[in-house]
T-cell receptor, first 113, second 113 residues
Framework: EAGVAQSPRYKIIEKRQSVAFWCNPI?????LYWYQQILGQGPKLLIQ????????DSQLPKDRFSAERLKGVDSTLKIQPAKLEDSAVYLC???????????FGEGSWLTVV | SQKIEQNSEALNIQEGKTATLTCNYT??????LQWYRQDPGRGPVFLLL?????KEKRKERLKVTFDTTLKQSLFHITASQPADSATYLC????????????FGSGTRLQVQP
């Protein structure tokens, strides 16, 4: 069974530039999550989708971050404009339903300089 | 506010000994608790789930306890091996049914040969 796929794996951008991350969850998983993990900290939820609807985006900085999950499968997370404090690993994860085991991708490493 | 605490200092033990990691939480009533392993540069990987009505769960060399009165979980690795060296994250979920997991900051375990 294929795992959660993410791209790009690494990205370096200058502050005020934009960046987009892509995620393809495990086939059949209805719930998709984007987490932000800053070095030395645990993952922090940014947004949770159930199929193509948003369940929780209370911790998403909506002035600069946006995410969508068209057709309830793939998802993209965009940051525009980026700030230095956005430097982190962006982890995509999926689960069969909320409350079940979460399967993470390898993450997209963002460095903002 | 809700808080999940894990030892921020690394735990160093000798091969063959039992490693015990602690997860404490406040202002939270989770329906379940999960433990994940994270290797450098990789996404977290699920290890064990324990529900609020369970006291103990085992899987091979791993054991988890969950005390909802003390608001604490202990994670044990018996007969530890250098390959067990990693960061271990606890995560709480299920307090509002649909909410995603909330993670602690993790404890780094180093097993010396």
């Amino acid at each position: 069974e294929a795992g959660v796929a993410q791209s790009p794996r690494y990205k370096i951008i200058e502050k005020r530039q934009s960046v987009a991350f892509w995620c393809n969850p495990i086939s059949g998983h209805a719930t998709l999550y984007w987490y932000q993990q800053i070095l030395g900290q645990g993952p922090k939820l940014l947004i949770q989708f159930q199929n193509n609807g948003v369940v929780d985006d209370s911790q998403l900085p909506k002035d600069r971050f946006s995410a969508e999950r068209l057709k309830g499968v793939d998802s993209t997370l965009k940051i525009q404009p980026a700030k230095l404090e956005d430097s982190a690993v962006y982890l995509c994860a999926s689960s069969g339903f909320t409350g079940n085991t979460i399967y993470f991708g390898e993450g997209s490493w963002l460095t903002v300089v | 506010s809700q808080k999940i605490e894990q030892n921020s200092e690394a735990l160093n033990i000798q091969e063959g000994k039992t490693a015990t990691l602690t997860c404490n939480y406040t202002n939270y009533s989770p329906a379940y608790l999960q433990w994940y392993r994270q290797d450098p540069g990789r996404g977290p990987v699920f290890l064990l789930l324990i529900r609020e009505n369970e006291k103990e769960k085992r899987k091979e060399r791993l054991k988890v306890t969950f005390d909802t009165t003390l608001k604490q979980s202990l994670f044990h690795i018996t007969a530890s091996q250098p390959a067990d060296s990693a960061t271990y994250l606890c995560a709480l979920g299920g307090d509002t049914g649909r909410r995603a997991l909330t993670f602690g900051s993790g404890t780094r375990l180093q097993v010396q040969p």
